[in-house]
Structures are given as C-alpha cells and as structure tokens.
C-alpha cells in the first residue's frame, strides 16, 4: 500500500468513500451526500492552509484517505490542536488502511508542532472508538444527543492524542 499526498485527481475516489460513509453509516453527521465541488473546495482549503490530505492507494486505487485542520475554527488559542479525519472504503475496513494513514498523519502533525491531534467519533461506533485507544487516543469528552441522522440522536466522543510531551505552551 502506497500512502501519499491526494491530488485533484483523487478527488472523484475520495467523494465516492466520503458519500458512501455519509449514506450508510453515523460517522458523518451529514444527512445528504456532497457533490465533487465540495470535496474540491476542502481540498483545496486544506492545502492553502497547509494541512496534508493523504490517500491509501493499493493497486492504482485509493483505500482511503485522512486529514487534519484546525479545531474549533482556528481560535487563536487552540493553534496547537489539529481535529483530524479519517475514511476507508467498505470493503477495505479493518485490514490496517486506517492505520497505515494514521501513521503517516501523526507525524506530520508534530512536524507542524502539534500538541493535541482530536478526534469526534459517534459514541455508538465502537471499532472507531477501539482503533483510536490502539492509536494512544484516550477518551476525552462524551456529548449526549448533539447530533441527529437516520431518525435517532447521536452522541459524540471526542478523543485526543498527545503528540509531544511539552508541559509549557511556547510563549506565543
């Protein structure tokens, strides 16, 4: 498996992965699928801002991609604090995608002088919650019934990593 930067041309792939754990799943609080636009647009957003977007490719297809960019929207506070994302196609689960591009994006986080890596996972999808704890994600916060999709309440976990064992934030 190749894990590399996601280009435009990947974009058709990844919103084909993104839809399709939108339409059959509560990992995406999204009700409706989005159009390629809006997957170019993040893409974009993300590499303007200098975040990565990585895809796992294996045999000239992608298996999934990951990211990361600001929490809480780049709240001058929380500059030190990246919540990522992270996707694989059905039929590609639990065969150590997620976690070859996990591997591949921390690094890159602390690269960029991270110190927290977040992550909101539905409360109900434990094999996300499992892989974060094997990742040295630790439970964080439990929100009950902020979300909504396929006519039930969803609650979400945050989970987060350190990646550095800084005690003192830098002075700026």
């Known amino acids: 498996m190749n894990i590399r930067d996601a280009g435009e041309a990947d974009l058709p792939e990844i919103l084909d992965i993104?839809?399709?754990?939108i339409l059959t799943s509560t990992?995406?609080?999204?009700?409706?699928?989005?159009?390629?636009?809006d997957?170019?647009?993040?893409?974009?957003?993300?590499?303007?801002?200098g975040f990565p977007v990585l895809v796992a490719e294996q045999s000239g297809a992608v298996q999934g991609f990951a990211s990361f960019g600001e929490f809480r929207g780049a709240w001058p506070g929380y500059r030190h604090t990246v919540e990522h994302t992270v996707h694989v196609i059905e039929e590609?689960?639990?065969k150590g995608t997620g976690w070859a591009l996990m591997n591949a994006l921390i690094p890159k986080a602390q690269a960029m002088n991270m110190h927290v890596m977040i992550g909101g996972i539905d409360a109900?999808?434990?094999a996300s919650l499992r892989f974060h704890e094997r990742l040295g994600f630790e439970r964080a916060a439990h929100f009950r019934e902020v979300g909504a999709k396929f006519g039930r309440w969803l609650d979400l976990v945050f989970?987060?990593?350190?990646?550095?064992?800084?005690?003192?934030p830098p002075s700026r």
């Open 124 to 126: 109900a999808n434990e």
């Open 159 to 168: 989970m987060q990593k350190f990646l550095d064992q800084t005690a003192q």
């Open 92 to 94: 590609g689960r639990g």
């Open 27 to 37: 990992a995406i609080y999204h009700d409706q699928p989005v159009s390629i636009e």
């Open 18 to 21: 993104f839809n399709q754990v």
């Open 39 to 49: 997957r170019a647009l993040w893409l974009a957003a993300r590499q303007r801002q």
